[in-house]
Each structure stands twice: as structure tokens, then as C-alpha cells.
């Protein structure tokens, strides 16, 4: 290559890169734009796994099909949900005491365990009952247990 060629062909490559580049961003743009019409309002406190499964869950009991096929059948990958509509979860608080774990018996949460130093509780949560359960203070964060994962070959 000729050294007046160098120059130029070294800036049409950067142009054709920022091109690319500009390209994909706005086709991200325009993808998230397109799911944030797909999913519901988005919480700080509830995590975007939870939020989809709950929505898909609200979606599925409106529709004439709704209660035809067990709802476990909404369980992700990230998100367990039960037959009676219950989703697995851990509730992050301010603190962990006696009183708030009546609390959340009494808003009808299914507790499995707590850790009072982590300030979580593990428990089953009916997805109606997640948005009601977010607006309570004492909540900070409402996000799936970390499951385990094969490794495939």
C-alpha cells in the first residue's frame, strides 16, 4: 500500500466503525424502547426477573385461558413460582425482628428462613401481593435467591 493511501484507508476504517457502532446503539435504543412496553412499570426495589414473571403471571390470569395450565409453569431460570401462584424470594429489610416477621405473616408472605445479621428473609410471596409488599418501608429490595447452576457439556 501506498503511503497517500495509508492515511485514508486508516480513516475510512474509523468511519465505518463509528458507523457500526452508532448503528448499534440506536438499534439498543430502539430494543429497549420496545420492551418497556412489553413490561410493567419498573421498580427499584423489586428486580426485573420478578417484575417479568409477575407480569407474565397478571397477564396469563386475565386472559380466557387463564387457570388452565399450573402456574409453576411460569418458573425461570431466575424465578421459581409454585402452583399456588407463590413466588420464591428474598426480602431484604431494614431489620429482621420479631414484630416484622409477624408483619409479613400477616401480609401473607410464607416464611422458610431468616438471617437477622443479613437482614433477609427467604420466603414465598403470592405474586399479587409483591407490589403491595414493596411499598412497605421496611422493605428495601425484593430480588430471587441465587439458585444453583449446572454446568453443561
Same mark, same amino acid.
Given at each position: 500500500m501506498t503511503p497517500a493511501i495509508r492515511p485514508l484507508t486508516s480513516t475510512l476504517i474509523t468511519c465505518l466503525m463509528l458507523s457500526v457502532c452508532l448503528n448499534c446503539a440506536s438499534d439498543d435504543e430502539a430494543n429497549v424502547r420496545q420492551n418497556a412496553k412489553l413490561r410493567p412499570?419498573?421498580?427499584a426495589k423489586v428486580t426485573d426477573a420478578i417484575q417479568l414473571v409477575v407480569a407474565q403471571l397478571e397477564k @396469563? #390470569?386475565?386472559?380466557?385461558?387463564g387457570r388452565r395450565k399450573p402456574l409453576s409453569t411460569f418458573s425461570t431460570s431466575q424465578v421459581k413460582v409454585n402452583d399456588a401462584g407463590q413466588i420464591q424470594c428474598y426480602?431484604?429489610?431494614e431489620q429482621v425482628t420479631a414484630e416484622t416477621l409477624v408483619e409479613l405473616r400477616n401480609r401473607g408472605v410464607r416464611i422458610?428462613?431468616?438471617d437477622k445479621q443479613m437482614k433477609v428473609v427467604?420466603?414465598?410471596?403470592? @405474586? #399479587?401481593a409483591i407490589a403491595a409488599?414493596?411499598?412497605w418501608a421496611t422493605v428495601l429490595r425484593i430480588s430471587s435467591p441465587d439458585y444453583a447452576k449446572t454446568l453443561r457439556r
Open positions: 412499570q419498573t421498580s @396469563y #390470569q386475565k386472559s380466557p385461558q426480602i431484604h429489610l422458610e428462613t431468616e427467604q420466603a414465598w410471596v403470592r @405474586y #399479587q409488599l414493596e411499598q
